[in-house]
């Protein structure tokens, strides 16, 4: 509870920038008819897997205990909500074909994927991504079987106190759940599979046909987006799976019977610190996939030169 | 920056891998493209103009058996050290004469027929 208070504020204000940080590019009725196709095209798909993703994620979320009781079908809501906006993105990328004509040209030129990367978005992903990979690590190599032989699910402690009347007493407590392999493993097969869709989308949007060349600036900026959106999906995924699984351990770590030492106490509060910030980023990043950067197509005939403009009227 | 562009028509007599393959050889002729430069991969050159990837190939193919280029396995094709020099002025009109005659073919007449018309124009 205290998780999703502390969320709450940080996906509001990613809310507000995503509105705010919501760019888009208005062109003539007739202008750059190819790529503006293209738009609609991939993001219709985008919006179908965005919708079908989040469907499966609710699902696995709500009825996701039927399934497994522990939680492990509820964990992979994110990866589910990713996948299904890769999912989404690869199938528009794929079909996308632009009208081609009697006589077709090409700029000579390579595509790259680093020339459409947007930097700070691929940097967050790849620390957000070292530090799930560290978290599973870590919950993986401390974890241990619970009293019904279930492996990597509690964190098991063992400490010797020195008692007043009894002497030395050797105490153990088992805490849990604790994100050891009983949830790393499944997590990370999920996590793995992301990748592999992400390798895929973003292959997909680098080699997908350029319309025609007078519209080339503008299918850059397209592809830029396309880039950008594949990474905020995974970004949404890989901070909805650090959120819950560093509130878990942070919670695990807090309040047992034998003391932390140096190495639990820095992870119980760093996964204090990251849990509630991972969890509210993911929302306020779902905001971004949501509201994407648009091409908008305005009806009204760009005026000529030395024409009066209309009251009203948009002024380019 | 100057784009370099390729133009293929799809209704002209000349098969388009032999289009792309003289403009490809002009760019690289005329210094346009330089020694090194990375040429587009063939997928990706082939879907921009909504051609076959075999008949990309073909190109790239022809121009590094030419000495144009060179391709590498997972180096990509790229502008050879040493482009041929350019044509002389013979080769130039070999080239123009069978282009001349794949327009005849196209056009349903034999090899006899188009060298008769170009006697005929000469003649008179």
């Known amino acids: ?316 | 920056m100057t784009l370099s562009t390729v133009t293929v028509d799809v209704l002209d007599p000349t098969p388009p891998y032999e289009q792309l393959r003289r403009q490809l050889a002009d760019l690289i002729g005329s210094g346009v493209l330089s020694t090194g430069d990375r040429l587009p991969p063939v997928r990706q050159l082939a879907a921009d103009l909504g051609l076959a990837a075999g008949t990309v190939a073909r190109t790239y193919r022809e121009l590094e058996q030419a000495g144009f280029v060179r391709s590498r396995r997972g180096g990509g094709t790229r502008v050879a050290p040493t482009a041929p020099s350019p044509p002389t002025p013979q080769r130039a009109l070999e080239a123009a004469a069978t282009a001349y005659l794949d327009r005849a073919e196209a056009l349903g007449l034999t090899a006899a027929e188009a060298v008769a018309t170009v006697r005929r124009q000469v003649d008179g």
């Open chain 1, 1 to 316: 509870m205290a998780v999703l208070l502390l969320a709450g504020p940080i996906a509001f204000v990613g809310l507000l920038v995503a509105l705010w940080r919501r760019g888009g590019v208005t062109v003539g009725v007739d202008e750059h008819r190819g790529v503006v196709e293209i738009a609609r095209h991939t993001r219709r798909w985008r919006a179908a897997g965005l919708v079908l993703g989040g469907l499966v994620a609710v699902l696995l979320f709500v009825l996701g205990e039927r399934v497994d009781a522990l939680g492990r079908a509820a964990a992979l809501a994110p990866t589910a909500l990713g996948a299904g906006v890769l999912l989404g993105t690869i199938a528009g990328e794929l079909t996308a074909r632009p009208a081609v004509g009697i006589r077709r040209s090409a700029v000579v030129e390579r595509r790259t994927l680093g020339a459409l990367l947007p930097r700070g978005r691929a940097v967050v992903l790849a620390v957000s991504t070292a530090l799930i990979v560290g978290a599973l690590a870590i919950g993986a190599a401390w974890g241990s079987t619970d009293d019904l032989g279930r492996a990597g699910r509690v964190l098991s402690q063992t400490c010797t106190v020195l008692d007043a009347d009894a002497g030395p007493v050797t105490m153990s407590s088992s805490r849990g759940p604790w994100p050891g392999s009983f949830y790393a493993v499944p997590l990370t097969v999920a996590l793995v599979v992301l990748a592999g869709l992400v390798a895929l989308a973003l292959r997909a949007i680098v080699n997908r046909p350029r319309p025609d060349l007078d519209s080339r600036g503008l299918d850059t900026l397209l592809r830029r987006w396309s880039v950008g959106n594949v990474l905020t999906a995974a970004l949404v995924t890989v901070l909805g799976t650090l959120g819950p699984v560093t509130v878990f351990m942070a919670a695990a770590l807090s309040g047992g019977a034998c003391g932390n030492g140096v190495p639990e106490t820095v992870l119980a509060w760093t996964a204090a610190i990251v849990g509630p910030f991972a969890t509210g980023a993911a929302f306020g990043l779902l905001a971004g996939l949501v509201l994407p950067p648009t091409i908008t197509v305005d009806d009204l005939p760009r005026p000529q030169p030395g024409e009066a403009t209309p009251a009203r009227a948009p002024v380019r």
